[in-house]
Every structure is written in structure tokens, then in C-alpha cells.
């Protein structure tokens, strides 16, 4: 018998669920603090919660039977990850359960601020009817542009179709046979902002998205576009904001997120061509049983059958396949970040190849450390060995796998190639002494590089002085080299140099070393 304990309240239908199967049995207990929830935790196989419950480490430690975490909503805040997966605990949430109720809400505000609706309802409950000045605008035949197109951007697009609007979008992660299929034209940023008539956010908030739409971007956008955000707080700079709202450099917003909840003192709260709700985005009711639904069958079907959807942390693994595998996990990890930072265009099939002795373990896990690499860096949400297929799957990124014993040069070698549209990306790799990871080819030019901290990688004329001149402007910079490699392609007239650095660069930094005359390309690469 699976014991699942309830310490938040979920749905009714989420709860019957669960009691109509076989070999559950379900223990409800709400309000606990941490000591309450530690006298009890360790009589269960999952914990079933919401926002309120706090899963810390000394609750992990009393929870000596708990095999899974489950959120009921998307925010895992409140659990100890680390120490969740470090008792080998499964923490899992439902990311799309509310997604059709975020969408519908980033649909109102546009409805809501193309007709003047918060104002013309204050006019009329104060005795007036000032028809000529609320004066609105239709949506349809407008732009509908969609930062960020996971699954809540795609049903706005899909909503947005059936407005009549045209519909672009930005996501340089989403391959693109997805944008074509639902419609939408793929756009970069500066031209997502600039054709916008409404612009609506849907991205997670992680350090590449924060402020992604600042000064320069409103500066961009036309005078009468409106914005929206029921993402993230902090996806907007709120000072550029007021400022493009309050000079009228664009005609309204609307607001579900802030940087600070609730925003209190905040100047936005004066200007009369914004519109605010309290973080609204998945409070409906077919939200919260939905959630609660969909928790619950992710449960059940963990514990009846091992599998673990939406889990954003790593299953336990025993000490064997840790030692067999652990080492070639870390290198094909390194290899896709390698892989991913060099692409300039989403990578929509991921090929990883085994040689020699790395093919004699299990190649489905290597591989898929390999996606984590080439993900982890672009979701809020941690990326891992459990949920990177879904993710990559999400992203229209497909996953090829192969392994020969047959070596090349070396006795055991990984290859790590990204496909894209018009480009490919390969990146091989090794283990010294079985142990030490080595970076030895980027796709034709062979180096061998320690693939570990900042690495500045370059594509330059192979020509006297041009190491020297990258020297130099790091020194310059007071930027310690601690290694460098350098290496040619046979036939070509192109050399690539990977240089190891003590601490990251800033972009004016990579700006003067891309200015050297013969380099084509820097790219820098955090491992």
C-alpha cells in the first residue's frame, strides 16, 4: 500500500481521484508547521502540496519512506531542491496544467486595455457617460507579437488566430517546423517590438531574460502599442516602463506580475494608461482542479509505474550505474553547453554519438545529459535526466543516438553534434585516465582544451599576430589567461583558439576582441 499525504488543500476531484485507486491510500492534514509535518512525513511515500507547505531539509530528513514531492501549480519555491535530490527524492509540478488560464487572462488585458474597460466602468459608476473620450481600438487585422513560445505563447497564438490578428513571435530556442505549424512568423527581438501592436510576455525569468524589455526595446515600439505581462515580474524594466507609459512613447500596459509583490510605493500605480491585477494568472476555478487533477495522476503513476512526469529534480541512482556512468554524463553535459553556446541558430536535432569503451554503458543516459547541457541554461526551472527529453520535446528538439566500440584515436570518445536549419555544430570529447574530462575537437579544427570555467572560443584568420592582438586586449582588460589552445583545419585557411579565463567577460569586452581584424567570431562559454 502507497500512502500519499495532502498537507494543502487540493481539489475534490484531485482527492477522489486518488481514492479510486488501487493500492493508495491518502492521509489529508493541512496547516502543519515544520515540526507537525516532521512527527508525521516519515509514515509516506509522496507529499502532495501547494504553496503553503514548506518542504525544508529538516523535513527531508525526517521523511525516511518519501519517494516524491508533488506541486500542484508550477512554483517550487518552497521546497529544498538540493536536499530534496540529495535524499533522492522526486519533486515534480504541473508547468501546463494552468496554461490555458494564463493565456486567457494575457487575452482579457488585451481586450481590456484595446476597449478602456477598467475606465469606462469607474466613468459610469461616477455618473458619467463620456462615450467620445473611451474611444477604442479593434484587435483584429493587428500585430499580436509573443515573447517567448512555450506551451502558454502557443495558446495565446492560437487565441490570437482566432481574433483575426497577425502573429509573430520570439523564441530562440523553439525550432522552426513549431512556429510553422500553428502559423506564426518567427521574428527576432528588435523586430518582435518594433511590428508589435500588442506585445504580450511569456517567457520564464532567468538572468538572460531579466529587464528583456528595457528602455531600448519601449523606445522601439510604435506610440500606440500596448504591452502585457502575465509571466514574470522582472521581464520589464518598471522604471523604463513608467517613463515610455508617462511620456506616452506607447499607449498603455497591462500588469498581472511586478518586480516586487504586491507593488506598493511603486510609481506605476499614478498613471491612469495601465491596468493592474494581483497576480491573477492562474486563479480560476478549472485552474486549481486542474492542477490538483493533474498532480494527482502524475503521483499515481509514479508510484505504480516509476515514471516520473514534469520532475524537475534527478531520480536516485544506484552506486553502480553512478560509477559506470557519472563520468561520461558530466562530459556529454559540458560537450552540449559547448555545442549550444557556438549555434547560432535553435538546434532542432541533437545527434550524440559513443565510441570504444564509452559504448559500453548505457547510452540513453549520456545522451541525455547531453540535452541537459544544451538546456539548462534557458529555463527558470531546474533542467536535469528526468525532464530534458520532455523539455527538448517541447522544443521541437528531436534526440539521435548511436554507439560503436570501434574507436576513433582514442579509446573512449563522445561526439556531441547540434543540428540546425542551415548549420551544424559538433563537439567531441574524452576521458583521461578514464576520469578527466578533455574537450578535443570543435567540429573540424582539432584541440584539446580542460572543458571547465569561462572559456572565450574564436574564429580567426590563420595569420601571424592575431594571438598576440587577443592577448593583448585581454591584458589590456586585466583578464588572466590560464590556458589557451589554438588549432587549424586541414585545407582551410581558419584557425579556432580556445582561451581558459579567470572570471567572465563583459560584452564591450567581447566587442573589442571581435573587433580585431581577423576574427569572424568570439564566443563565450560558462561550464
Known amino acids: 500500500m502507497k500512502r500519499i499525504l495532502i498537507s494543502d488543500k487540493l481539489s475534490e476531484a484531485g482527492i477522489n481521484y486518488l481514492t479510486e485507486q488501487s493500492g493508495i491510500q491518502v492521509h489529508i492534514e493541512t496547516g502543519l508547521d515544520e515540526d507537525g509535518l516532521c512527527n508525521i512525513i516519515g509514515d509516506f511515500d509522496a507529499l502532495l502540496i501547494r504553496s503553503d507547505t514548506k518542504v525544508t531539509p529538516k523535513v527531508l530528513q525526517a521523511a525516511k519512506r518519501l519517494k516524491l514531492i508533488g506541486r500542484a501549480g508550477i512554483g517550487v519555491d518552497n521546497v529544498d531542491i538540493p536536499a530534496a535530490t540529495e535524499m533522492g527524492v522526486i519533486v515534480m509540478n504541473t508547468p501546463d496544467a494552468n496554461a490555458t488560464t494564463t493565456a486567457e487572462l494575457a487575452i482579457a488585458h488585451m481586450m481590456s486595455l484595446s476597449r478602456k474597460l477598467p475606465t469606462a466602468d469607474s466613468s459610469v459608476r461616477a455618473g458619467k457617460w463620456e462615450r467620445s473620450k473611451l474611444m477604442g481600438a479593434e484587435v483584429a487585422h493587428k500585430t499580436l507579437a509573443i515573447l517567448g513560445f512555450g506551451t502558454i505563447g502557443r495558446i495565446v497564438a492560437q487565441r490570437g488566430h482566432g481574433l483575426r490578428m497577425k502573429v509573430i513571435a520570439y523564441d530562440p530556442f523553439v525550432a522552426p517546423e513549431i512556429f510553422a505549424d500553428l502559423g506564426v512568423e518567427p521574428v527576432g527581438l528588435d523586430e518582435l517590438v518594433s511590428r508589435a ?36 515580474g522582472g521581464l520589464i524594466d518598471e522604471g523604463a516602463l513608467y517613463e515610455a507609459l508617462k511620456n506616452g512613447r506607447i499607449a498603455g500596459a497591462a500588469l498581472d506580475v511586478f518586480e516586487n509583490e504586491p507593488p506598493a510605493g511603486s510609481p506605476l500605480l499614478e498613471l491612469d494608461n495601465i491596468v493592474f491585477t494581483p497576480h491573477l494568472g492562474a486563479s480560476t476555478s478549472e ?36 560509477q559506470k556512468s557519472q563520468d561520461y554524463m558530466n562530459l556529454a553535459t559540458k560537450l552540449g553547453k559547448v ?18 569503451r564509452a559504448a559500453e554503458v548505457e547510452t540513453h543516459p549520456i545522451s541525455v545529459a547531453a540535452l541537459v547541457g544544451v538546456l539548462a541554461d534557458q529555463f527558470s526551472t531546474p533542467v ?7 523539455i527538448a520535446k517541447r522544443q521541437g528538439i528531436s534526440l539521435i543516438e548511436s554507439k560503436t566500440t570501434e574507436t576513433e ?19 567531441a570529447g ?11 575537437s570543435i567540429n ?11 572559456l572565450l572560443i574564436t574564429r580567426h584568420d590563420d595569420r601571424p599576430g592575431v594571438i598576440s592582438a587577443i592577448s593583448a586586449v ?13 588549432g587549424t583545419a586541414d585545407s582551410q585557411q581558419q584557425a579556432m583558439a580556445v582561451i581558459s579565463v579567470s572570471e567572465p567577460v563583459p560584452e564591450s569586452l567581447l566587442k573589442q576582441l571581435h573587433d580585431v581584424p581577423p576574427v569572424q567570431q568570439v564566443t563565450q562559454i560558462n561550464l
Not at 574524452?430 to 578535443?440: D, N, S, W, Y
Not at 573540424?444 to 569561462?454: A, L, R, S
Open 197 to 232: 501592436d500588442y506585445l504580450t510576455l511569456h517567457c520564464p525569468l532567468i538572468e538572460k531574460t531579466k529587464n528583456i524589455i528595457g528602455a531600448q526595446q519601449l523606445g522601439m515600439m510604435k506610440k500606440s502599442a500596448r504591452i502585457i505581462n502575465c509571466a514574470r
Open 287 to 322: 485552474a486549481q482542479v486542474a492542477v490538483s487533477v493533474e498532480i494527482a495522476r502524475q503521483a499515481v503513476t509514479f508510484l505504480q509505474t516509476g515514471e516520473a512526469i514534469n520532475a524537475i529534480n534527478l531520480p536516485r541512482l544506484s552506486a553502480e550505474e553512478l
Open 339 to 356: 555545442v549550444v553556446g557556438l549555434a547560432t541558430q535553435p538546434i532542432e536535432k541533437l545527434e550524440v554519438a559513443l565510441f570504444g
Open 384 to 390: 536535469n535526466r528526468v525532464n530534458a527529453e520532455n
Open 409 to 427: 584515436d582514442y579509446v573512449s570518445l563522445i561526439r556531441v553534434t547540434g543540428h540546425s536549419a542551415n548549420q551544424d555544430i559538433s563537439a
Open 430 to 440: 574524452v576521458l583521461l585516465g578514464g576520469h578527466h574530462p578533455r574537450l578535443i
Open 444 to 454: 573540424h579544427f582539432d584541440i584539446e582544451v580542460v572543458p571547465e570555467g569561462t
Open 474 to 486: 585581454l591584458g589590456n582588460a586585466n583578464i588572466n589567461i590560464t590556458r589557451m589552445q589554438v
